[in-house]
């Protein structure tokens, strides 16, 4: 399993909306509203990289009133 963190900027009040729709996407872990520079940070696994990829830009990106995703795969070193 690859876990990712998706940092996630919205359109100015959109935060809460996107977070419950994304929260709905299967692979998605949790999705909270933040404040800072990132207005919704999502926990996402999927079976590999390439899985993890199509789930972000097939689903996550998908979702309306988002301007910009960052994902950041998580490492075990």
Request: charged residues 20%; glycine residues 8%; proline residues 4%.
């Amino acid at each position: 399993m690859v876990q990712a963190y998706i940092l996630i900027q919205t359109e100015v009040g959109k935060a809460t909306a996107v977070a419950e729709s994304i929260s709905k996407i299967p692979g998605v872990i949790t999705a909270e509203d933040v404040t800072g520079p990132y207005d919704v940070i999502v926990r996402a696994e999927a079976g590999s990289i390439d899985d993890l990829g199509r789930l972000v830009v097939a689903k996550v990106q998908q979702v309306e009133g988002i301007t910009r995703t960052l994902t950041c795969p998580v490492v075990r070193l």
